[in-house]
């Protein structure tokens, strides 16, 4: 319990409602105590009978913890009320409840625990050995040894540690909450010289107590170097008191050290097979830097002799000639015997100049359980504000599959304190979830934990931590990027590529870190992605943007409408084949102080605008845009002359704002969508005529003499379905655009506009382009169907 100190007191007392209050005096001691067994008030000369406070206060089944101190001094303010002063109450049985039941979520801690306070003991041992090396003269190895008895169910684990003296049993296990690692490190801060505790892992008090999460007794036989008798402790689960006795069995007596035997509980006592016992140590005491022994059962082969069958030995006695052969049979025979469970070494701790790269890969794989080696590893070590050790490894293949980048949660990421395992199981505090792909080791002397030492708790250090391994873990990937090898960077990007365009969306602060590293097809590297620092390196002189266009495969991009301008001119289009691509990109904005472009949307500009030229155009078809319009009415926002086409006569594009024709068609595949936001997000739709092309000119004769023509209208309207397929948009009605096409083609078959004087060139043109209409109307009707 901590005691209040007499500034910490009179600063209280003096912020409630500004009352004054008399100085704290000394401390309560039993020198306080007259001959009548009164004791004297630590605030005022008040008396208090010890035995009816203590029928007061007592429980009728717990031990007394305190009794109440009254006081009869007035105080300074003017209404002379007396103030009293009080001690805590606790019920023992019920603080254990809640140490043992409520503390720690997995009973698989207790073995951790357990394990580190040995540690702790050997510790202390080897540092204090180094001023009073008598305290080392029985000469008996430093190590822990864990032996079972699953039978019985029992747990025995041995350290050759500093052990406890019988003030030290009562001190360290009879105080709850009292840790002698805690004590000991203070000692060494008093003395100046806490350089060597960095190996103590105790500081709560509490851990010995985990114990109970699976026992129903523990009994602690410990000696200490600096006496010359060995005492056990026992305890039971849910009980108030322990005793302690003097060992006087020769057989179980001890050079040094501690012994706990643990008595599990009915339910718990699978814990007592070896090979769980051994899966706990590696799991969670894997890096302790003593070495950890268990019992384990082993077997070597050996031949034995085979009584031979009488009949085979009749039969053989009366063949003279034949050689007697002793028959033999291999057999396992099986022993008992004490195994290094935790071999391999914590590399972390090591300089990185001295670790090779076979270390390093090895490490990764007996930690991670991997067979393959990791594609690049980062060992480091961060000082000043935050201390920590890491080493951090690229996998080579995605562990969860491909598509498997929603769920946060990994157990990627192994946090250790003091080289002690503390948790794996984290969402999103250590690594952002675009990064959940990174696997590794962080261990920290002094982590914000919770008292269970399993929680790491949301502060501002971890926050910076987070900073730091995000850091570093963007140098890691991109030394990946820069690597000779291509392919190692095309492996990663396979497997982990819609990680980082995820991290696109969600981290913005990084996008200067994660832009380099992306990578995308285009019009002039359709087999092989690029990057964004080459599609730079590529642009015109004059090229002050850089191009894009969302698509569902490279095919159906490169054969977009709305690339025909830009190939003529040699300008490089990225290809955004991937759903995600176009959230990404629009989240990134710009790289290098150029912006990212949507071919697909209105206003367009490609750097080579001649006003006067526009002008004179708009002059000559600004009737045709306006008879178009009002045929297509609400289906169009605006009908304008493009500077994207050359080979086609029209094209569909989208508004500035809103979705578009490939972020549409994607919104309508989701299967949790909300369909009526689909008509809000729809952005206005602006169709564009190419004035250069056969049809519009014929359209445009069509407009200035028959402009009420019922074919000529028609023929709009068909015009403008085509515009909506060939641009990636969904038709309302496909059954209606076939039969506008069916209709159109016996039209064109029939020569029936052959009547019309200025519509005659019209279904010479329809012949060859109905062609090209059915074909993508087919394969936008496979595609739709394949989304549904």
């Not at 203590?54 to 303010?77: H, I, M, Q, V, W």
């Not at 007596?253 to 140590?281: C, M, N, S, W």
């Not at 971890?462 to 990946?480: D, H, S, T, Y």
Request: proline share 4%; with cysteine; aromatic share 10%.
């Amino acid at each position: 319990m901590h005691r209040l100190s007499k500034r910490s007191v009179n600063a209280i007392l003096r912020s409630t409602s500004g009352a004054r209050y008399r100085d704290v005096a000394a401390p309560i001691s039993s020198a306080d105590a007259d001959s009548k067994g009164r004791w004297y008030s630590a605030l005022t000369s008040g008396t208090c009978n010890v035995a009816g406070s203590t029928k007061l206060f007592k429980s009728r089944n717990e031990p007394f913890f305190g009794c109440r101190y009254e006081s009869t001094a007035a105080a300074s303010d003017t209404s002379g009320s007396p103030s009293e002063k009080y001690e805590y109450q606790a019920e023992v049985s019920r603080l254990m409840d809640l140490i043992v039941n409520s503390l720690y979520s997995n009973k698989e801690v207790f073995l951790r625990e357990l394990i580190s306070n040995a540690s702790d003991a050997l510790d202390k041992l080897r540092f204090l050995g180094v001023t009073e090396p008598e305290l080392l003269k029985d000469a008996v190895d430093l190590d822990i040894r864990i032996q079972t008895d699953k039978d019985n169910g029992i747990i025995t684990i041995m350290d050759s540690g500093i052990g406890m003296t019988h003030q030290e049993l009562v001190d360290c296990l009879g105080t709850i909450a009292q840790s002698g690692t805690a004590k000991f490190l203070k000692a060494l801060k008093d003395s100046k010289d806490a350089g060597a505790d960095s190996n103590l892992i105790g500081q709560f008090g509490v851990g010995f107590y985990s114990a109970f999460l699976v026992s129903e007794r523990v009994e602690v036989s410990t000696k200490s170097p600096k006496s010359d008798k060995q005492y056990v402790w026992v305890g039971e689960a849910n009980a108030s008191t322990y005793t302690i006795r003097e060992e006087t069995d020769p057989a179980k007596q001890l050079p040094r050290g501690t012994r706990l035997t643990l008595y599990l509980k009915r339910d718990d006592k699978g814990f007592a097979h070896p090979e769980k016992i051994e899966k706990l140590v590696k799991n969670y005491s894997q890096f302790v830097s003593f070495p950890i022994y268990t019992w384990q059962e082993k077997g070597y082969t050996k031949e034995v002799e085979v009584d031979e069958d009488p009949a085979e030995a009749k039969k053989e006695g009366e063949d003279e000639t034949a050689e007697k052969k002793k028959k033999t049979k291999k057999v396992v025979e099986k022993y008992w015997d004490w195994e290094l469970t935790n071999e391999t070494q914590p590399i972390w701790l090591r300089s990185p100049k001295e670790v090779s790269k076979e270390e390093y890969n090895e490490f990764y794989r007996k930690t991670f359980n991997e067979y393959l080696d990791p594609l690049a590893s980062s060992h480091f070590t961060t000082e000043g504000e935050v201390e920590f050790r890491s080493v951090l490894f690229v996998p080579p293949v995605s562990p969860t599959g491909k598509d498997d980048i929603v769920n946060p949660k990994t157990k990627n990421i192994r946090l250790y304190v003091k080289r002690v395992f503390i948790s794996d199981d984290f969402d999103g505090e250590l690594f952002p979830r675009y990064l959940s792909f990174i696997k590794g080791v962080v261990d920290s002397n002094d982590l914000p934990l919770n008292v269970s030492r399993e929680i790491l708790q949301e502060s501002r250090i971890v926050r910076i931590m987070r900073k730091r391994l995000v850091r570093k873990a963007f140098e890691m990937i991109q030394g990946i990027a820069l690597s000779e090898n291509r392919d190692d960077y095309e492996t990663f990007w396979e497997n982990f590529g819609k990680h980082l365009k995820l991290g696109c969306i969600e981290d913005r602060e990084n996008h200067k870190r994660l832009a380099p590293l992306l990578r995308f097809f285009s019009s002039q590297s359709e087999n092989e992605m690029i990057s964004l620092d080459e599609y730079v390196e590529n642009m015109k002189p004059d090229q002050k943007d850089i191009y894009y266009i969302a698509s569902d495969s490279v095919t159906s991009a490169k054969n977009t409408p709305f690339l025909e301008k830009l190939l003529e001119k040699d300008l490089e289009v990225l290809f955004l084949v991937d759903p995600i691509d176009e959230v990404a990109i629009q989240n990134v904005k710009l790289y290098k102080e150029k912006n990212f472009i949507d071919i697909s949307k209105e206003d367009l500009d490609l750097g080579d605008k001649n006003e006067d030229k526009e002008k004179e155009i708009k002059q000559e078809f600004g009737q045709t845009c306006d008879w178009i319009k009002k045929r297509l009415g609400d289906k169009v926002a605006s009908v304008q002359i493009s500077n994207r086409l050359s080979s086609s006569p029209c094209v569909l594009v989208s508004g500035k704002f809103g979705w578009s024709a490939n972020m549409e068609r994607l919104m309508k595949a989701q299967t949790v969508g909300d369909t009526s936001s689909l008509e809000f997000m729809r952005s206005r739709r602006v169709f564009e005529i190419n004035p250069e092309h056969p049809i519009i000119r014929t359209l445009t004769e069509a407009c200035r003499s028959t402009p009420d023509d019922e074919e000529a209208l028609r023929a709009i309207d068909l015009l403008y379905d085509a515009a909506l397929v060939s641009s990636g948009f969904t038709p309302e009605n496909p059954a209606q655009l076939g039969g506008k096409i069916y209709e159109m083609m016996n039209f064109a078959l029939a020569g029936k506009w052959g009547t019309v004087g200025g519509l005659k060139f019209i279904h010479n043109i329809i012949s060859t382009e109905v062609n090209v209409l059915i074909y993508q109307l087919s394969t936008f009707m496979k595609y739709a169907a394949s989304t549904s």
